[in-house]
């Protein structure tokens, strides 16, 4: 029979939103030790008792990604052993997302290999948000609940008032989410930039479909990686006679020469959220929003049966 009370549990990956979403329950964090041993292998010891216990584990699986990606995995076995009642493998950012199709012959389909090592390691439900597809949600076959960070980056667009606002997408299968954003954005024009990757870090802009001249743009992706994308979006608008330009992401993975490339753009601002912890990259055009108190909110519901659809109308 499953204890009255949730825990909170989290590994290395983003400690800082885990420590946020306590704050905003008003939960100490439950304690686990994770090491390594000698070989670089993970070593985890489960130090509270989770006997019966609704047990919600948040790990973003940000690089390092497979250090991440298998901590989360052994915790879970160990909570798992430790008879948890239900294990909610909270996922502020899901890693491996774009692996999510065989885009050619002979590529593995990443993305459902990792939903599948998720619940054969033990989560009963996940909870994630902006997952590069949202289709990946289909890859398992446990619940999952998926949040939007769109709430808390268009509070903090609307409450700029800029003046005469276009959004600007990357690329037409980031379409449904900027037409998300313009529509919440006073109705504001669309853009998209039909873009071609021409390698795994370059692509190429083919064409403008819309138009950005004398608007104040708000490019809009789901994840910053390499920054080429965004940086050649933001560089596009401003040829095409933007008057200013903004970036905004949900996942600020920032690898590589991404802060370079982005602080040669030269937006006003790039905002983005603490699913995936700047860890160094901090800088003052940068500008992070925390989600905690959203997956908070969703952690609180999903524990007392109740909607979280409802946290988005
Ligand atoms: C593309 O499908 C995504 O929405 C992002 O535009 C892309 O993954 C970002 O990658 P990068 O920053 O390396 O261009």
């Known amino acids: 029979m499953r204890k009255k009370e ?6 290395t990956g983003n400690r800082k939103v885990a420590d946020r979403i306590c704050k905003y329950l008003d939960l100490p964090m439950s304690r686990a030790e994770i090491s390594r041993f000698p070989d670089g292998e993970i070593d985890v010891k489960i130090q509270d008792d989770v006997r019966g216990s609704d047990v919600f584990l948040v790990q973003s699986t940000c690089p390092p990604v497979n250090e991440n990606l298998m901590e989360l995995l ?3 076995d160990a909570l798992r052993r430790a008879s948890a009642d ?35 390691a033990g989560a009963d439900r996940v909870l994630t948000m902006d997952l590069h597809a949202a289709q990946i949600q289909g890859f398992f076959d446990i619940p999952v609940d998926h949040l939007y960070a769109a709430p808390v980056l268009l509070d903090y667009f609307k409450k700029k008032d800029l003046g005469k606002v276009c959004v ?3 690329d037409v299968g980031g379409a449904k989410m900027a037409r998300a954003y313009a529509k919440r954005l006073g109705g504001a024009p669309l853009a998209i930039i039909d873009k071609r990757r021409t390698g795994p870090s370059e692509t190429e802009v083919a064409e ?21 994308s965004i940086a050649e979006a933001a560089k596009v608008a401003r040829e095409r006679g933007a008057r200013s330009v903004r970036m905004c992401a949900t996942h600020a993975v920032l690898c590589g020469k991404a802060l370079e490339k982005i602080e040669a753009s030269k937006v006003e601002e790039l905002v983005v959220t603490d699913t995936v912890p700047l860890n160094g990259k901090e800088r003052p055009f940068i500008i992070q929003l925390t989600v905690a108190e959203l997956l908070a909110e969703a952690i609180r519901r999903i524990h007392k049966s109740e909607s979280i659809s409802s946290l988005f109308s």
């Not at 949730?6 to 590994?11: D, R, T, V």
């Not at 909270?90 to 885009?103: E, H, L, M, N, T």
């Open 168 to 170: 600007l997408c990357c």
């Open 86 to 120: 239900r294990i909610t493998a909270v996922i502020p950012y899901f890693g491996y997302a774009r692996q999510d199709r065989k885009a050619e012959g002979r590529v593995p389909i990443s993305a459902k290999l990792v939903a599948n090592l998720i619940t054969k």
């Open 74 to 76: 052994i915790l879970m």
């Open 208 to 228: 403008v479909i819309g138009t950005v001249e004398g608007h104040d743009v708000v490019v809009v992706d789901d994840m910053i990686s390499t920054g080429t």
């Open 6 to 11: 949730f825990q909170i549990f989290s590994g």
